[in-house]
């Protein structure tokens, strides 16, 4: 049974930094594409960011140069590196992940707000 569970999320000053978490079950090498989605209140789920087996990235425009997506086979987990939080980042984030036969999981979701 595949598994996403993120962490990381809490309350930040404009201007901060998080580190979100996703741990994946049962392995993230079965996964052939991770990534990190989040919606705002009142606001339809969009792209944060996505990682591919073979290293590809893409970002959203309104990140680009300041969030980073990685993630550690070893561990089983991806991340979210976010540095120069601004308040309309804050939203829920989901984890994300499509497996090789092209099934979605989704994570439960963190808060995360940006606010001074």
């Known amino acids: 049974q595949v598994q996403l569970v993120e962490s990381g999320g809490g309350l930040v000053q404009p201007g901060g930094s998080l580190r979100l978490s996703c741990a994946a079950s049962p392995s993230i090498i079965s996964f052939y594409t991770m990534g990190w989605y989040r919606q705002a209140p009142g606001k339809e789920r969009e792209l944060v960011a996505t990682?591919?087996?073979?290293?590809?990235?893409n970002y959203a425009d309104s990140v680009k140069g300041r969030f980073t997506i990685s993630r550690d086979n070893a561990k089983n987990t991806e991340y979210l590196q976010m540095n120069g939080l601004k308040p309309e980042d804050t939203a829920v984030y989901y984890c994300?992940?499509?497996?090789?036969?092209?099934?979605?999981?989704w994570g439960q979701g963190t808060q995360v707000t940006v606010s001074s």
């Open positions: 990682l591919t087996s073979r290293g590809s990235t």
């Open positions: 994300y992940a499509r497996s090789f036969l092209h099934n979605d999981y």
